[in-house]
């Protein structure tokens, strides 16, 4: 029937327009019948050209029907109706949710429109395109065509087409976010609409500048804009606008969480939209009801609401709700079990938010805005200047006349007064720069002389400041000897007399004994660091435990204080690294004791991050904060100066005024750097970053694996120790000695595999080796067990207190002192024997000459003298020998026992020595002593 349908149209309008064509031969036609004609000739051609458009989809075909169809119409009139039909036909395709059919038939007005120089129908048509590219989430080509139908307006003053555009390119703007600039849109087009009195365009911008407010979360400015879009569109009997303001009024009853409200608002848009078959909005409805319901944990009642949004949303090509509605199918079927068409619907939602809007659709946006933007400046101040240059032309021609008549008079007369003066001034001018050259000679001369007594004064003055520093730095035992004995028996003495009033003297001879130690110490300190003499070593530490001294130390003051301490790490803070450890723990307690001193009954927050990760290294920043007294303004500026003191009136929490001197010099020392902010009665903060700090990675050579090389054949090392700081040190120190380690974290696990190893170097961490119940005593079968290895022990410590624990083993080998720990296990990997090798065959046999008995003779005497000039004088002659003989053996061990020398380790140095008498033939010779 359609197709029968079809087929008469075609032939009507064929006859129709072959009747046009080639005129009627009988009866002339008048041309008011001409004209309508030409009106029924367009409307029929057009049904049948989009009846084929919709079976065939030939756009091709159709455009070239369309061309001959414009060329046979003769004058503007007939144009101009044939151009505003296709809109129609645009307009109709898309209210049936045909967009690409209406993409065609707006984009042929435009070009007929550009054809019959119609611009109220290219306006009319570029407005439907960027509509048409909205509602399809192009975004960029939609902006396009409203800010061409935008320039188009206002070159011809239309005020209807720049409402359209201007709405448009508002609802753009706030679909990606940019509420200010959506929020400008809004409110001019509201101004042309109420230029025009047009009540439809006031209610739908009201409506939007109510969407604006919702996106800048002012609900309460939204609903009354809501609400009188909605009077306006009663008053209008606008059954569209009032469903939609009621869906806008429910979302934010909702957003309240008055979903009672909310689903009565969303249920009336609801019924208004399916009596109008709105089915785009209505998608919206069902979309929002089915939420509401979803909020009671009812999945199977939200279930058909959701469906049905999305039948609806697929059918009209909305694709935000589409994206909602797979999600919560996805919800749906992932809660009631259905789990393929949850991971179905999830696949889905995820393919369509990245297609509606990806990471360069906002940039072209607000590019595009800037161009338009530019372009019509650029437009208006060639405007401006065009005008400008006119009005410059017209006062040129009035003046040109009376100025050249005054030039011609003037011009002798000026020109005779300028020489004049020309010459008076060249006179005058020479004068003063002879004047002036004297006296710049003069100031020269004595600003020379200043200078030159300048830098003797500024050199004398450095070299006073770095003798007091390195006198101070130099004397520093000198110094705290005597005040400590003072301190010292001051105490003894206390415990020897009753005499209250002699106590008393006492405790103050104690009291100031240590606040002047502390002063002392203070200024010591900070004379250690202008001297250069403040030795600050890289080694590993471990942070967690520092952060934990902390605490420790500052417990029983926050008790007093009624202060709480908080330590704060971020997840990627390293435990161990390779840092300064006494000189960060002197800033922390420093600066942590620092916010005790001026805080009570607060918090002090002490946070560590980490940011900057590059292959081992990271930027360290650490904060110290208060809730304390806080630092005024005008004592910011000095805060870090040597002896400074604040004004803030606590005259018992002053000290010496040096602890953040010291501070920020250790900080720079240790390559940071540190600021501060603060206000006065609101705390202070001080920040700290130290750039490129060496992370330590995980241990990767505490294991045992051989390695076959001359001269590290089964190096075998052995660690007993469960501290993590130790075992990173130990890996550390092994990096550059080819050697690997086994590690035992308790005792029992080693004396189980006593039969199946055998070690050149035990390593024993004191920690683990000590018994509380001996008062700082070691465990005794742990001493013997190791005694009877026949290998030298090296023992491992935290602090330097440990270092006189036990006198069997006189290496104690703190975590800064890398390099002598490598030292000791390429020794013992290089020269210890192990249980496959001869002790008794020589491995190097000397021959019986003079050159090989000078160097015995030297070896002889260095052994038996132990000076270091004669133990360096036989490395030189051992180096020298191994060179001409090529015996490498022996140059490795001069290498040995120069590192030996160096570190000053003379049991390095006697283990040495024994192994050169093992393995060389050195008994053989008799030397005369």
Known sequence: MEKI????????????????????????????????????????SLEIFDSLLASSKDEDDVADKLEKLYESLSDSTGQFFFIERLGEKGIKRRKEYHFDHAFFWHHQQKKFADLAHYPVGAVVALNNIGLLNRRMDRYAKSIEAYQLALRISDSLGYVKGMTHATNGLGNIYLLLGNSDEALRNFRECLRLEQSLNNLTGIALNLNNIGHVYLQQNNPQEALEYFMLSLEVNRELNNKRGIAICYNDIGEIYQRQGDNEKAMHYFMMSHQINTDINDLYYLSWNKLKIAEIILLSKNDLEALPYVTQSQELAEKTNNRSVLKDAYTYLYQINKALGRTQQALDFLEKATVLNDSILNENTQKIVYRMQATFNREQADHKIALLENEKQLADLKMKRQKMLTMFILGVMFAIVLGMIAVLLFLYYLRKKNNELKTSYLEIETARNQLREYADQLLVAKQEAEKGNLLKSQF???????????????????????????????????????????????????????????????????APMDYFALLEDVRKV????????????????????????????????????????NAMKFTNSGKITLSTSISDVFENTATLLIQVADTGSGISEQDLEFIFEAFYQTHSGQTENRGTGLGLTITKRLVEALGGSISVQSKAGQGTTFYLSFPRVALI???????????????????????????????????????????????????????????????????LDLDLAAMPEKSGGMNDEIILWLTSRNAPVATLGTTDDQRFVHEVWPHFILPDQIDQLSTHIRFSAEYLPNRDVDNKVPQFVFPHDMAA???????????????????????????????????????????????AVDAFDIEGIEQCFRKFRQQTNVDEFQIDE
């Open 554 to 593: 500052f417990d029983l003051q926050c008790i007093q204080q009624k202060n709480e301490l908080i330590i704060e790490t971020g997840a990627s803070v390293p435990r161990f690294f390779q840092f300064g450890e006494s000189a960060l723990r002197q800033v922390l307690f420093n600066l942590v004791g």
């Open 697 to 763: 990675p995980g241990l990767h050579r505490l294991k045992l694996i051989s390695h076959d090389t001359e001269f590290f054949h089964h190096a075998e090392v052995c660690l007993l120790s469960n501290q993590n700081l130790i075992k990173a040190f130990v890996d550390k120190a092994l990096e550059n000695t080819h050697c690997e380690c086994d590690v035992y974290p308790d005792f029992q696990l080693i004396r189980e595999n006593d039969s199946q190893n055998f070690y050149r170097l035990f390593l």
């Open 853 to 899: 008995s000078g160097l015995i003779r030297t070896f002889l005497q260095a052994e038996r003298s132990h000076f270091f000039d004669d133990i360096t004088e036989f490395a030189n002659q051992l180096g020298q020998y191994a060179k001409a003989a090529s015996k490498p053996q022996l140059d490795e061990f001069d290498s040995i026992i120069r590192r």
């Open 472 to 538: 101070l730095a130099n004397m520093s035992h000198e110094i705290r000897t005597p005040m400590n004995s003072v301190i010292g028996f001051a105490d003894i003495l206390s415990k020897m007399i009753d005499n209250p009033e002699q106590l008393n003297y006492l405790a103050s001879i104690r009291v100031s004994g240590h606040s002047l130690l502390a002063l002392i110490n203070d200024i010591l300190d900070l004379s250690k660091i202008e001297a250069g003499k403040a030795n600050i070593v890289q």
């Open 5 to 44: 349908k079809g087929i008469v149209l075609k032939i009507g309008c064929l006859l129709l327009l072959s009747f046009y064509q080639y005129g009627n031969p009988v009866k002339a036609i008048s041309a008011s019948q001409k004209q309508a004609s030409d009106t029924l000739v367009i409307r029929h």
